[in-house]
Each structure stands twice: as structure tokens, then as C-alpha cells.
């Protein structure tokens, strides 16, 4: 009996159990296990058996099966001690008794859990190529450890049937198998899962529609054909608490060079499909089957590879055509937080803190990037026109958009997309988490029950909306909300909320002030103080008709407020002293935020406000230790 233990990078840890002594592993649906990832092969690998010894077997595979980091290129015997790296998948050996009878996650068994829910793959078009980039302490320890085991384990122990007759000799960890002895074992695995297979139903072809297919360019005979682009830019994944691998600068370079060929290919693809379409609006399904049909004609004119990714090539040209390009696969997964876009081939991408890695995937031109930023736009709610110098928007799932084109962005149009925060803890939460002391959330609980108006100020990053939300919590559930800004960023647990777009009022302080004081909130939630609206919000917190919560742009309290004073003065033509004294009057407490520390907020002091002869001055209530 084969027990296994299955994980996904950043997922939850599965196991298995196959009362066989083969089992196949492979993205396609035939496979014992299926890893439903772009970067495993239709057949990927098996598992052998057999004498209590268990042989992991690589079908040249185009990405590779690692072994404690190391590609095998011959079979390898397998302890429980091993890990065995296919795609983003990590697998181990289990002892019997630690099997659990779950329910794999996305990857179908011989004896699936009856009821037990499989989650559906997530699509992700990134081409992939495995690196062996390993630290090399690491692989100096294994090589040594592994020798020792293998020749101890299999000692004296039979070869499997299927393997090399020399196999037993305890040699396999540290020698080469000649090609024909792999070939060997693919061949009898070949000729049993063909006869075990049913005959493939044929594949039927919707009629052709009007549309027609465009014929690819012809071959150079001097050019190379564009070959697979499979690469994948990070190497083998590591789960904690292992150190990630270093990327050799071959591997780097290697990595980038097919990220480019692969970008290439999908520009050729797109062109074809522009070219159909002539200018004309396609549906999905028409760029799709028009794709598909250049695809088939370029590998058959040996312009396109034979062995590429075809349903991968077919649907990042696709997405590009008529969808968000490069920037779909990004905004479907939930551990990016911001993307940045500097033009259509640098983009940046933060999974969580401050770490940032460069996007393989780019878009094939200028044209293709302003399309799919007015795509963006358009689900925004923005107008189609001439784009304004610096637009703000927010999408329907809450992403806001930052847009700075000409004449400010010199090289063309630049792209800031920030996801929601999943992190919104209470009060109390914070507390307990150390950010802030119990006699600041006493403080800070006291002045929102009094209706105060409260500042959260800190540099950017260190955590103003998390603050925010968790002061919103403090409020009545029945309040009425009017948040002003990015505000999907700001999560509230009241349900009657209004949200007004800074975009449409960014230059008239007069039409924000309007807007939200005609819409009667209890309470106004302002995402940012900054020049463009400070007279705005003033005039808000000065009104008296709803206390204000707002965010600004400083930790240090002097500083800050003196700075809002001269914003204000250079907004109003004051004379330097009407600031102040508007200040002292609008702003009754700030909560001062450090820069984060490990990913951790923490509020360093407590602030209260109050006006004098000299505009303001303010006092500290409390300070973190």
C-alpha cells in the first residue's frame, strides 16, 4: 500500500493512499494523481512499489522531478525522509499510520472521500521551466546522506520488475542510466496505459465562422523555430522552514530568455488574431477559435514549435486580444497585494510586505497595454476619452487603480493597482497583537464614542487603513457611513455605506463638501489628506454635522499638523496663521503610526489636539513602550 503526502506552495498539506504498485502523476485526467498546473506535463511521473521499495520514475517531463532539490534524470529510491518538488507540488512518503482519509485538494484519486468537496484549479497561463538552482550546502549534505541510505536500503533487495537489472546494486543515487534503460521503462509504461486507455472519442470542430483564420507568416530558413516557452523565473519551490534557493545568474538569465521567447510567440499569435478581426469587436469564443486555428497552422508551417504549450499560447493571446492581458492571471491570484506597470514590458508584482519580483509575462505592445488599461478604466466606470494626468478609480472587487499619463508620464501611461487588505482586525485584536497599548485603545475607543475627529497618520505602508477599520468598528452598526476615496480599501462592518470616488472631485473642494454633507452621514471615513483636498475636508470636520476619520501622510504629529497648516494656507492665499488656527479647531486627536516592523503595526503615540492663541498645540495621552 502506497501512502503519500501531497502539498501545494502556500497550500494545505493532503494525503493519499493507493492500494497499487503504480501510480501515475500528470496533468491530464488519466493520471492517479492529477496536478492540475500549467507546469506539469500531461505525464509527469509515476511511483513504483514493489519489494517494500518505493521508485520515483521522471517520463521526460518538460519541466522536471527534483528529488531534495536535485532533477533525477534516472529512477530514484524514495525514504520517507525525501521530498519530491514536481511543479509548485511537494510529495513525500508517508508511514502507514500517518495516512488521513482527506480529500486531496484539486487532485483526483483512485479513492476519493465520498461527499468531500474538490476545489476547482485555479487557471494560471504563466509558462513554467524548473531550475535546478539549490543552495549548495544543501546539496553537499544530501548527496552524502542519500549515497549512504540508498546503498544500505537496497542491498541484497531484488529488482522491480520494469527496472534495470543493475538497479538493486544501492548505485542509482550517484551513476547515470544509459538512455535506452529509461526508454525502456517509458515504453513498457506506454504499451500498458494504452492498452488500460479507451479509444479516444474523435474531436469535433464547430462550423467555421464567417471570420476567417488568418494564414501564419512563412518560415525563414535562416530563423529558428520559437521553441517552447516554458519557463518559469523562481526556482523549485521550498516550503518553510527551508531557505528559498538561490537563483544561479545562468538560471536567471536562462529564465529571462525563455520569458521572452515565450512573449514573442504570443505577440506572433496576437497578430494573427488582429488581423482576422480587421479592426472589428470579437467575442471571446471568436478569438479563441481564430487562435486556435492560426496556432495549428503555424506549428504546422514550423513557424511555432511543434511540442509548444498550445492551450497556454492560445489563451494568453486571447486574454491579451480581448481581456486584461498579463494582468488577468495577476489579479486571479489572492496573494498578490499591488502591481505596478511601467509600460507594456516592466511589470512588478507584491505578494505580501515589501518584497517585489518582475513579471515573466508582459504585453506585445504599446496598442495591446493602452487597450487593456482602457478595459480597466471601463470596468472603473471611467468615460472613454482622453485620459485625464493623474486619474484614481476603483474596480468592482474593490482594486483601486492609480493612472498617471501624459503629459506627467513621459514614456507613456503608468499603472498602480492596489489590492483590499484581508487584514482587519479589531481593536481589541490590535491590543492583543501589541500594536498599540491598552491606554491608547481606551483613548482612541473614548474619542470615537464622543464623536471626535481623528487623524490616523503614519508614512505610507505602515498601516493607516488597517487602523481606520478598526476604528470604524468602534462605531454604532446602525451608523450611516459616507467613505470618501479608495474606499473598498477601508472594510466596516456597517452596512449603510455610501462611498464617494475622489476622482470626479479632486480639483472642486466645493462638489466633495456638497456631495457628502447632501448624503447625511453619521460619519465621514476621508482615505487620505492631502493638498488636492485639505480645504474640503476641513471644511467637513468644521461643519460639525458628522465627526470625521481621516488619514495622513506623516507619523510625526508636529510635523503633520504644521503641514496641513501650510497646505491650507497655500490652498486659501492665507497669510500663514489661518492654517493653524483651522487646524486647531478641525483636528481633536492623531494616532501616530511607526514604519511596520516584520509586517507588524504599531501606533507610537496618542495625540490630543487642542487651539490656543498660537493656531494649536498638542499633547501626548499616550506612548508606546
Not at 513554467?128 to 539549490?134: E, P
Not at 530563423?223 to 536567471?252: F, G, Q, R, S, Y
Not at 521567447?261 to 470579437?282: D, F, K, Q, S
Not at 511543434?306 to 480581448?322: F, K, N, P
Amino acid at each position: 500500500m502506497l501512502t503519500l503526502s501531497i502539498r501545494e506552495k502556500n497550500g494545505e498539506e493532503r494525503q493519499l493512499v493507493f492500494d497499487k504498485e503504480e501510480v501515475t502523476i500528470g496533468r491530464a485526467s488519466g493520471s492517479d494523481i492529477v496536478l492540475p498546473r500549467n507546469n506539469i506535463s500531461k505525464r509527469h511521473a509515476r511511483l513504483v512499489d514493489k519489494h517494500d521499495k518505493v521508485v520515483i520514475v521522471d517520463l521526460r517531463s518538460t519541466n522536471g522531478t527534483y528529488v531534495n532539490g536535485r532533477r533525477i534524470t534516472a529512477p530514484e529510491l524514495l525514504t520517507t525522509e525525501d521530498k519530491v518538488y514536481i511543479g509548485d507540488f511537494v510529495i513525500k512518503l508517508q508511514r502507514p499510520g500517518e495516512a488521513r482519509a482527506t480529500a486531496p485538494f484539486g487532485v483526483a484519486t483512485a479513492e476519493p472521500v465520498p461527499g468531500a468537496p474538490v476545489a476547482e484549479p485555479r487557471t494560471s497561463h504563466a509558462p513554467t521551466v524548473a531550475v535546478s538552482a539549490v543552495p549548495q550546502h544543501m546539496l553537499e549534505e544530501d548527496a552524502a546522506a542519500r549515497a549512504v541510505a540508498a546503498v544500505a536500503e537496497a542491498e541484497a533487495v531484488p529488482a522491480p520488475p520494469g527496472l534495470p537489472a543493475d538497479y538493486a546494486d544501492g548505485e542509482e543515487s550517484t551513476r547515470a542510466f544509459d538512455l535506452s534503460e529509461i526508454e525502456a521503462i517509458e515504453e513498457t509504461y506506454d504499451r500498458e496505459a494504452a492498452a488500460a486507455a479507451p479509444a479516444a472519442e474523435p474531436k469535433t470542430r464547430k462550423a467555421a465562422a464567417p471570420m476567417p483564420v488568418p494564414e501564419p507568416p512563412p518560415a525563414a530558413p535562416a530563423e529558428p523555430k520559437v521553441a517552447k516557452a516554458t519557463p518559469k523565473p523562481k526556482p523549485a519551490p521550498k516550503p518553510e522552514p527551508e531557505p528559498e534557493p538561490e537563483i544561479l545568474a545562468d538560471e536567471a538569465d536562462a529564465a529571462l530568455d525563455a520569458w521572452a521567447e515565450w512573449n514573442a510567440t504570443v505577440a506572433v499569435v496576437l497578430e494573427g488574431i488582429e488581423a482576422a478581426a480587421g479592426g472589428r469587436p470579437l467575442t471571446w469564443e471568436d478569438a479563441a477559435r481564430i487562435a486556435d486555428g492560426f496556432v495549428a497552422k503555424a506549428v504546422d508551417a514550423g513557424t511555432i514549435a511543434e511540442d509548444v504549450e498550445r492551450e497556454a499560447l492560445v489563451a494568453d493571446a486571447v486574454t491579451e486580444a480581448v481581456g486584461l492581458g498579463p494582468l488577468a492571471d495577476l489579479l486571479a491570484d489572492e496573494d498578490v497585494t499591488r502591481i505596478a506597470v511601467d509600460g507594456p514590458d516592466v511589470l512588478r508584482v507584491w505578494r505580501g510586505g515589501d518584497a517585489v519580483e518582475p513579471s515573466g509575462r508582459i504585453f506585445s505592445s504599446h496598442v495591446s497595454y493602452e487597450r487593456v488599461l482602457r478595459r480597466l478604466l471601463t470596468d472603473a466606470g471611467i468615460p472613454d476619452g482622453p485620459l485625464s494626468p493623474v486619474t484614481e478609480a476603483t474596480l468592482p472587487t474593490g482594486d483601486s487603480l492609480t493612472v498617471v499619463a501624459a503629459p506627467i508620464a513621459t514614456d507613456g501611461a503608468l499603472l498602480v493597482i492596489r489590492r483590499p487588505s484581508r487584514y482587519r482586525p479589531s481593536l481589541a485584536d490590535l491590543v492583543a497583537s501589541g500594536a498599540l497599548t491598552e491606554v491608547m485603545a481606551e483613548g482612541l475607543t473614548n474619542a470615537v464614542a464622543e464623536g471626535k475627529n481623528i487623524v490616523v497618520a503614519g508614512p505610507p505602508g505602515s498601516g493607516r487603513t488597517t487602523l481606520l477599520a478598526a476604528l470604524i468598528g468602534l462605531a454604532a452598526p446602525d451608523e450611516r457611513l459616507v467613505v470618501v476615496g479608495d474606499g473598498h480599501q477601508i472594510a466596516a462592518p456597517q452596512t449603510d455605506i455610501a462611498r464617494v470616488a475622489r476622482r470626479s472631485t479632486v480639483n472642486d473642494d466645493s462638489a466633495l463638501y456638497g456631495s457628502v454633507t447632501r448624503l447625511r452621514p453619521d460619519r465621514v471615513i476621508i482615505d487620505d489628506v492631502d493638498a488636492d483636498n485639505i480645504v474640503a475636508v476641513m471644511s467637513l470636520a468644521l461643519s460639525g454635522g458628522a465627526p470625521v476619520l481621516m488619514a495622513g501622510r506623516d507619523g510625526d504629529p508636529d510635523r503633520l499638523l504644521r503641514r496641513l497648516a501650510l497646505q491650507l494656507d497655500l490652498a486659501t492665499g492665507g497669510n500663514g496663521d489661518r492654517g493653524r488656527f483651522i487646524i486647531g479647531e478641525a483636528v481633536d486627536v492623531v494616532a501616530c503610526l511607526g514604519p511596520r516592523t516584520e509586517g507588524d503595526i504599531a501606533v507610537v503615540q496618542l495625540v490630543a489636539v487642542t487651539s490656543d492663541k498660537d493656531g494649536f498645540s498638542h499633547s501626548v495621552l499616550a506612548k508606546h513602550p
